[in-house]
């Protein structure tokens, strides 16, 4: 069995103004790191419309193409730009995803690490925000869903950023379980425990600033592992941010490379138990390039491992 690498050469097109962290050379790095892995290399389709709709509403999604310049740069809000090819590079970024959960389903792969831009967790409903324009791991979970038919899909996101777009997407989805752990406080100011969705499946896990990976390994085993457990989800998807990292410059959490490995053992020792291993990972942030690309080749290792 096989670990699945899907990406495009449309996200690399996908370009910001200079000086933003959200930057084409990210991926770059990302796609040297895991050059020399042994990995089940799939190019990643256009997101069919009827995809995005499972999540955003029709208006959204002409939104967001007619938004998209012929030159230069259109700004959606105040961190969020659109170029000429970012409405591709979205889609790519969709179709990713959808392509990685029929892989793992199928049985084509063990497991898939989705290494696209631009990032998704951010996108609510009707609001792009947040260097995202659609929520792709929101997407992953109703494509399994609805798609395959599955009954139980749980997201675990350890994007030091809270996904709030996850949650809006998935707020009111009793089949899904969502899991976050973000920095508090910290942009974008939601993730509090006490949001818990509307049939009790959003687990909020605020973690302290300076904190590391000692109190992320003790809050996941402590309440996020037994939640994932308990639930007993068919597929694990991953919002795989990398911007935890001590050397990240848009936050103040401390976690070493080893962590993203330990989390990633850990999430892939449970679905092994759960779902037959079954784990589809998407890029979310990491903005410091040589951290971001370490952390996310340790991620993919464990993947990689975890479907021998």
């Known amino acids: 069995m096989t670990t699945a690498l899907l990406t495009h050469a449309d996200c690399l097109g996908h370009v910001t103004p200079d000086g933003h962290p959200e930057r084409v050379a990210r991926l770059e790095h990302i796609l040297h790191a895991l050059e020399a892995l042994e990995l089940k290399r799939v190019t990643a389709p256009m997101a069919a419309d009827d995809d995005l709709l499972r999540i955003h509403p029709e208006s959204y999604v002409r939104d967001i193409r007619a938004a998209h310049p012929a030159d230069g740069f259109a700004q959606i809000d105040g961190d969020t730009f659109l170029s000429p090819g970012s409405v591709d590079a979205a889609y790519r970024a969709a179709g990713a995803v959808v392509r990685a959960v ?6 084509e792969a063990s497991n898939a690490f989705c290494a696209i831009r631009p990032p998704g967790h951010h996108a609510e409903t009707e609001t792009a925000m947040g260097f995202c324009l659609f929520g792709n791991a929101a997407l992953a979970a109703k494509h399994a869903l609805d798609h395959h038919g599955l009954k139980h899909v749980a997201v675990v996101d350890f994007d030091v950023h809270h996904g709030n777009g996850t949650q809006d997407l998935l707020w009111d989805e009793a089949r899904a379980l969502v899991i976050t752990s973000q920095q508090m406080p910290l942009w974008p100011g939601s993730g509090r425990p006490e949001e818990t969705g509307v049939y009790d499946t959003v687990l909020n896990i605020p ?9 992320m390994r003790a809050a996941y085993e402590t309440k996020a592992f037994p939640r994932l457990r308990a639930f007993r989800p068919e597929l694990i998807i991953i919002s795989a941010g990398f911007d935890a990292h001590q050397d990240d410059p848009l936050a103040n959490l401390n976690w070493a490379t080893d ?21 589809v990972s998407t890029l979310e942030g990491g903005y410091d390039l040589n951290a971001l690309a370490q952390a996310t080749r340790a991620h993919v290792e464990e993947l990689i491992k975890a479907a021998r």
């Open 102 to 107: 029929d892989l793992v389903l199928s049985g």
């Open 207 to 215: 973690l302290a600033p300076g904190s590391g990976g000692a109190e």
């Open 259 to 279: 962590d993203f490995a330990w989390i990633t053992a850990e999430l892939c020792r449970i679905a092994d138990e759960v779902c037959d291993g079954r784990i």
